[in-house]
């Protein structure tokens, strides 16, 4: 596939209470055998992306172990495999990760080192099923700087918990609003999305030199 993979990790919630204190949400056991990133790893390796980098931060131990000790998702090629970014202190930066953004900026240079023209970024605490072929022909398709795969919740959900989205007919983002207090739409946002190589590092160079 044309396209690696960034899987965002690193993120706590105060609604899993007791069960995320000593570990991240992402390495939640599901099912037993399985936690919670082996759904998105799985949906990398069907696809077809052979390089894989995952950021972790918060109580990132029983993650990163369970990284570690895993060997099934065959990311192991010369060409590709699977990277663990966590913060690093250093003479420059002395920061925890501040987001989602910054993340991906104190990790910039992996994105330049890459040659994959697109990313593919996710979420590492989603339990879904997808192939991310058809999704990146569609973004190449319309010529899009983003891609941003959407879901209609389901009737009584709350949307406050999500990102939603307004399109107009040809699937065109018009708004995109951070958990709402009030939602005026049941499109949301699932945390996919799809971008150019060199756009993406482009952007955070850009967010970089405005403090942001």
């Keep these: 596939m044309k396209a690696l993979g960034i899987i965002l990790a690193g993120g706590n919630s105060s609604r899993m209470k007791n069960l995320t204190d000593k570990r991240a949400i992402s390495a939640m056991p599901v099912g037993c055998s399985y936690r919670s990133i082996d759904f998105t790893l799985s949906n990398m390796t069907n ?13 990132a131990r029983s993650l990163n172990e369970h990284l570690n000790s895993s060997k099934w998702w065959n990311f192991g090629r010369k060409q590709g495999g699977l990277f663990l970014f966590t913060p690093t202190v250093t003479a420059d930066n002395s920061w925890w990760y501040r987001g989602t953004a910054d993340a991906m900026w104190q990790n910039i240079d992996f994105l330049k080192r890459r040659h994959e023209p697109y990313v593919v970024i996710a979420s590492g605490d989603c339990v879904y099923k997808m192939d991310f072929n058809p999704v990146l022909e569609y973004h190449i398709s319309k010529q899009a700087d983003i891609t941003l795969v959407c879901a209609k919740a389901p009737e009584g959900d709350d949307l406050t918990r999500y990102g939603t989205v307004k399109l107009d ?17 049941n499109i949301v946002s699932t945390g996919v999305y799809i971008i150019r190589r060199r756009k993406l590092i482009e952007l955070l160079e850009q967010c970089n030199q405005e403090g942001r």
Excluded: C, R, W
């Excluded at 007919?169 to 739409?185: N, Q, R």
């Design 47 to 59: 696809s077809h992306i052979q390089t894989v980098a995952v950021l972790s931060q918060y109580n």
């Design 169 to 185: 007919e040809d699937g065109l983002l018009l708004d995109f609003e951070e958990k709402p207090m009030v939602a005026h739409s």
